[in-house]
């Protein structure tokens, strides 16, 4: 158990729609980055924050977006969506901000588009 | 910017024998390079990481090297075990620290009994 917990851990939902998906860094951990997992695109970089502000930014789409609250937990909110957005979502945590600490994945959440 | 290519994308071997997974990159400013494992429904962790001011680190079985010159990593794993049977993913951190980290398309690691 990494420490990072993700809700929900599946969520299926039609074409069009808006999901959001949230994330609690572990305990002690500023950073929160998000990415995506699918077969043909692999393992995607989308975005990280740190301590509320947006850090960096890698694969996101514009109907894609997320925020870090003050208590630290993270949400990814997916809009429009197309049933290439079928995907496992991960967030990861780390107590810093640069890219090349040590990241701590949660369990992830499947998102299935119809 | 950054390309990250992974082979061999499916590994098959003894239990005890050795497992080599090999990766490329294309920019040369890249200075960090962290190898993922991942198990069947869970996330990716953190098994190993090098910087680019190193040829090689080790840990217990786990060993990566780092060619600089020729822009390509590889991840050792000797005495291999059942528990090793996982999805080994590597990764790459461009120079640049706007860029975005990038990762090989993943190896499937079986180890046979």
């Known amino acids: 158990d990494s420490g990072v917990t993700q809700t929900p851990k599946h969520l299926i939902t039609a074409t069009g729609q808006r999901v959001t998906l949230r994330c609690s860094p572990r305990?002690?951990?500023?950073?929160v980055y998000w990415y995506q997992q699918s077969l043909d695109q692999g393992l995607q970089f989308l975005i990280q924050y740190y301590n509320g502000e947006e850090r960096a930014k890698g694969n996101i789409l514009e109907r894609f977006s997320a925020q870090q609250f003050p208590d630290l937990h993270s949400e990814l909110n997916l809009s429009s969506l197309e049933l290439g957005d079928s995907a496992l979502y991960f967030c990861?945590?780390?107590?810093?901000?640069?890219?090349?600490?040590?990241?701590?994945f949660g369990p992830g959440t499947r998102l299935l588009v119809l | 910017g950054e390309n990250v290519e992974q082979h061999p994308s499916t590994l098959s071997v003894q239990e005890g024998d050795s497992a080599v997974i090999k990766c490329t990159y294309s920019?040369?400013?890249?200075?960090?390079f962290p190898w993922y494992k991942q198990e069947l429904g869970k996330g990716p962790q953190l098994i190993i990481d090098?910087?680019?001011?190193?040829g090689e680190k080790k840990d217990q079985r786990i060993a990566v090297t780092l060619n600089k010159t020729a822009k390509h990593f590889s991840l050792h794993i000797t005495e291999t075990q059942p528990e090793d049977s996982a999805v080994y993913f590597c990764?790459?951190?461009?120079?640049?620290?706007?860029?975005?980290?990038?990762f090989g398309k993943g190896t499937r690691l079986h180890i046979l009994p």
């Open positions: 990861a945590s780390s107590p810093g901000w640069g890219l090349e600490e040590t990241q701590y």
């Open positions: 920019d040369s400013a890249s200075n960090y």
């Open positions: 305990s002690g951990d500023l950073s």
């Open positions: 090098i910087r680019s001011n190193v």
């Open positions: 990764a790459a951190l461009p120079g640049n620290r706007d860029d975005k980290i990038i």
